[in-house]
């Protein structure tokens, strides 16, 4: 086409553009032609699109460090006013996209007939016809990005209606936080203004200088095309640079010229080194690679934070991946338990042990260590490596808990209830299983004579327990473990007394049941969440708000069950503990299920409670047997390290008052107390060394002729030390 007939068409173009505005009805005609099949939005539906935007979500430590962000696609802070943003960007945008913002009404009809005038001149000159109200539109409230006439109609119409029900700040406000900016240094798509000058820069927004804030203004018209941190390799990136660079150059033109800046700001800001102010990758830990343990643990948690809030206000309850994704795009802040120190001090203490390995298959350890008066999960190790195995062994995985319910289930609540105390008397005898013609064993298939309540438990007895759990009721024992959020399910029976359950329990739900008896009866909910504060900086929720402690023991049956279970650690199956740990007043019990699938150590020191099991993930292989004492000693001195201040060397469990009445049980029975029998050895160098049962081979016990009643309150040490002689198996096996 040659230049004269060129001109020719483009005068008569003109002269139609200017009539076609001119001429009100046929436009209003066209107008409506273009928008019949369009919905006329009213405010209420504008500020649902405009307000409901995803944001990113962080999680903190205890001590109200950041861990990171929460796992999302996109980046996206939002701007809430003005006030926020720094006055260079503000003045970079109107000067290079909108000069006439805060004077027209959403559009600037030659601004339009300029950019068509452009487009069909091939000018190869682009000044944009869209004011900021209609790049708004466009990005956030039509769907159809392609550029046609049509579209162009419907974006003029929905400016006009938007100038109607905000007014320009706000307008520009909501502008800033839907432009899209592409990858920053942390490798996630930035969205809004706030995102891109963190994403780019490691700045807040309203921190900005003025080459920076004309750099990002730069960006929106190609944020691709321009950005720094675009493209597979460092030349690709430098190629985007440089354009950046100079459309950067380009903003800062238009400032001076619009006189948003002086000559010597100018000057200043085009010799800025924007590239050795860039952000770096190093500048966003990835907290999931960092914490995946802790990232996906408080995304589970929140969400059912999130699920419970809208139960409690009646809202309709969502399904749980709605909640995941409000908590990953939220905007929330999600404040833990978690010490970071002691975190990491266990976890790297974990990761130094050998561990045993079977066909291919890593033995597995979860552990949590929990605040004993707030239910707090200070720390926890979820498994010996996430990369090969990202189940949480600590907090979501269940295990049957072998001997480690004895104390939840048998004998502290027939303590509460007033069957036993800790001297009364049960005979160790072959009994009968319920429904069935063949005996309850002990670990080493004999059987002891009386004993004890306190030597039974230190020693795991199988046959006084399932004795005590039959007095007790098993309605009435699953009682205690429900109002502990532990039910069983509808296939556990009597074996229960045992640990031999259905689905069992996780560390978290086990360790907290011990830091009950430490806390003087008083359960709490075990937890990794303190607090969540909304996108709006409202805290919506405080766990101490939501949850309260529950009487479960009395003050005074807890206490005796604790010095009954310091005996396991200084007497009993778990002497290793207490031989490694001197100093250190700690009560506990060991736990092992058959074939050596599941072992436990979960104890308990006046400050904490540490739950330690060990075993393979598929449950079909024998564990090693002393790995769960040695993983619970090394945790703990890692823990007591981290924290000394919590967890105190010498600190002792205090007294709250108060009688355990002595119960006879089963003394009626025994003529006389049997004679006494030599000490045991109570202190192996290596756990390896000793049998999860100690003791000696015993004789048959010589049957006395008066039984003698235990005095109230006392713990009798000869007494228990009497019994410890009638058995010694050589392995704990508590299910059946």
Known sequence: ????????????????????????????????????????????????????????????????EPIGRMIAQTDRKLIKNMDEVSPYVVDALIATEDRDFYDHNGIVPRSILRAVWQQISNSGVETGGSTLTQQL????????????????????????????????DEIFVKYLNSV??????????????????????????????????????????????????????EQEQNKHFQKGLKRMKYVLGKMLETGKISQAEYNQAVKY??????????????????????????????????????RKKGNKVQSDKNYIDQVRQGGYKIYTTIDKNMYNAVNDAV???????????????????????????????????????????????????GSTIKPLLVYGPAMNEGIISPNSIIIDEPIKKAGSSDNYVNANGKYSGPVTATVALQNSLNIPAVKIFRELGIKKGFKYLRKMDMPPTKYDGEASALGGMRAGYTVAEMTAGF????????????????????????????????????????????????????????DGTGRYIGSSLPGFTIAGKTGTTSNYFDLWFIGYTPEISLGVWSGYSDANRPADKDLSKIAWVKIFKAAQQASPDLIKQGSQFENPGGQVKDQCF?????????????????????????????????????????PAQPQPGAEQPQQANTFLRYFAPEKEKDAT
């Open 515 to 570: 830091a009950m008896i430490a806390n003087n009866g008083k359960h709490n909910k075990p937890h990794l969440i303190q607090k969540i504060v909304d996108s709006n900086g409202d805290v919506i929720y405080e766990f101490e708000k939501h949850h309260q402690p529950k009487t479960i023991l009395k003050p005074s049956v807890s206490y005796e069950l604790t010095k009954m279970l310091q005996k396991v650690v200084t």
């Open 180 to 233: 899209e900016f592409g990858p920053g240094a942390h490798g996630t798509r930035m969205v809004g203004f706030a995102s891109a000058a963190r994403g780019l820069f490691n700045k807040d927004i309203k921190e900005l200088s003025i080459a920076e804030a004309a750099y990002l203004a730069g960006m929106v018209q190609r944020p691709y095309d321009y950005n720094p941190f675009f493209g597979n390799t």
């Open 666 to 706: 089963e003394c009626h029975k025994v003529p006389q107390q049997p004679q006494q029998p030599a000490q045991p050895g109570n202190n192996p160098a290596q756990p390896g060394q000793q049998p999860d049962n100690p003791g000696q081979q015993p004789a048959p016990p010589q049957q006395p002729q008066q």
């Open 273 to 310: 080194d924007i590239k050795a102010h860039l952000a770096k990758s190093s500048d966003f830990p990835n907290a999931y690679a960092e914490y995946p343990y802790i990232i996906t643990s408080v995304e589970r948690e929140a969400a059912q934070v999130l699920k419970e809030l809208d």
């Open 137 to 168: 539109v466009k990005n956030e409230i039509l769907d159809n990005t392609k550029k046609t006439y049509e579209r162009k109609v419907l974006e003029i119409i929905n400016a006009v209606r938007l100038e109607r029900f905000y007014n320009k």
């Open 1 to 64: 086409m040659n230049n004269k007939i060129k001109r020719i068409l483009l005068g008569c173009l003109s002269v139609i553009l200017i009539l076609s505005v001119g001429i009100f009805g046929a436009g209003a005609g066209v107008v409506s032609a273009f928008a019949k099949n369009e919905t006329i939005r009213t405010k209420e539906s504008y500020e649902k699109e405009l307000t409901g935007w995803s944001q990113t979500s962080y999680a903190y430590f205890r001590s109200e």
């Open 351 to 401: 990761s130094k042990m050998h561990i045993p390995s079977k066909n291919g298959h890593s033995e597995q350890i979860g552990a949590t260590i929990i605040d004993n008066k707030t239910g707090a999960i200070l720390a926890f190790v979820g498994g010996t490596s996430f990369e090969k195995s990202n189940i949480n062994y600590a907090l979501n995985a269940t295990n049957q808990p």
